[in-house]
């Protein structure tokens, strides 16, 4: 019985991570439309889009202070049910700064979600790689599903109905959650939630060497998967002329990889070390980015899309690195203020492509993206090769 409700909380964790994926995953595809009808550029388009991904980062801190203060299950709840209504102010918004600004808001509540749900896994999950694996693959099943499905709602009814697509997931998964998956104990109920914020406090929790070493890694992984979740289909759709539903599918794809890799990953990190795995990740997906560029015809392509989608899947490792370094009391407010850190500075990913895409075009904009991807992979080598301890 006790195995059957963990399953419970970690399948309705990795459905409400799928529907705050899916609010986020729903805008890509039809980006080309929204800047036509808002008539906005793409560096216009990527400055919304990572002032949404800089909100979801900068929720990440509060979220594990407030999952330690009142528990996990009503934050998770406050994520999926404003992440369901942000979509649907979005697909109403008027104008481009009101789009802008629900957006932001969409990443607010959204972001409440992922520290807060590691932390509960951590609670009832020895096998922590396997489960953030498990509830990892909530994000790339809603990028293998919401792409194709606002592709097509996209081109036959608009974007505004093709982002409103959220509601129809979101509703029964509050329901589900709010129903099945029990409150549980704050960790920190009586502690003050100012001090939680001293910046002593948390300078002390990111400057530890391998705290800090696996933060650079987290930033330089994170800035390229932003850049790709933004523009992949536009750059398949600008750079090698595929038409927006085949460049959905082909973004669907991606996240197929990303689905199995999250669980194989995560899997992997257990039995092997976190670092192997990362480093396999990030090595992948140099290869993939730059056959993106050079690559002609759908087979090569297809081939790049995957290994790409291998490189993304890093997160499952590379979070329980992080967890690694913290302590029980630590995990909440720690692993929330790490996933702060990395998702703000590496939300720049969406508006530093499309500003390096309208300058210099899209094949220089990938190339760029595949060497950041090989940085972190020379970094891990350099940290066994030389035994730095980080």
Not at 42 to 53: C, D, H, P
Not at 114 to 123: E, G
Not at 133 to 139: A, E, F, K, N, V
Not at 253 to 264: D, N, P
């Amino acid at each position: 019985m006790r195995w059957r409700y963990r399953t419970t909380v970690l399948g309705l964790c990795l459905l409400a991570f799928f529907v705050t994926y899916f609010a986020r995953m729903a805008i890509s595809p039809v980006i080309p439309f929204i800047a036509d009808d808002f008539d906005v550029s793409n560096t216009q388009i990527g400055f919304a889009l990572s002032g949404m991904w800089l909100a979801y980062g900068l929720s990440q801190f509060p979220s594990g202070v407030l999952g330690d203060r009142y528990g996990e299950k009503p934050v998770i709840l406050v994520a999926v049910g404003g992440t369901t209504i942000a979509s649907l102010l979005l697909a109403f918004a008027p104008t481009f700064a009101v789009f802008v600004a629900f957006a932001v808001f969409l990443g607010l509540v959204a972001g409440l979600h992922y520290a807060v749900a590691t932390t509960l896994l951590s609670r009832t999950y020895d096998e922590l790689g396997r489960a953030v694996g498990i509830h990892s693959i909530g994000g790339p099943l809603a990028g293998l599903v919401a792409p194709v499905a606002a592709a097509w709602v996209g081109v036959r009814f608009g974007w505004r109905p093709a982002i409103a697509l959220t509601l129809g997931v979101g509703i029964p998964v509050f329901a589900a959650f709010a129903w099945l998956v029990r409150s549980t104990l704050p960790r920190r109920p009586d502690q003050p939630m100012r001090e939680r914020f001293e910046l002593a406090t948390l300078r002390e929790l990111v400057s530890r060497p391998a705290v800090a070493f696996t933060l650079a890694i987290a930033i330089l992984g994170t800035f390229i998967v932003q850049g790709l979740l933004t523009f992949l289909p536009t750059f398949l759709i600008d750079y090698h002329h595929y038409s927006a539903p085949l460049a959905g599918a082909a973004f669907s794809a991606f996240f197929v990889v990303r689905t199995v890799g999250q669980f194989l990953l995560g899997e992997f990190s257990d039995r092997y070390g976190r670092d192997l795995a990362i480093g396999t990740a990030m090595l992948a997906g140099t290869i993939g980015l730059f056959g993106l560029v050079v690559g002609s015809g759908l087979a090569a392509i297809g081939i790049a899309v995957v290994l790409a989608g291998v490189g993304s899947s890093f997160f499952a490792a590379l979070d329980p690195r992080f967890l690694d370094q913290f302590g029980d009391t630590e995990q909440g407010a720690g692993f929330g203020l790490v996933r702060t850190v990395y998702t703000v500075v590496g939300s720049a990913g969406s508006v530093g492509v499309g500003l390096f895409a309208d300058l210099f075009g899209w094949g220089p904009s990938f190339v760029v993206l595949a060497g950041l991807f090989l940085c972190p992979f020379l970094g891990l080598v350099t940290n066994r090769l030389f035994d730095l301890g980080y």
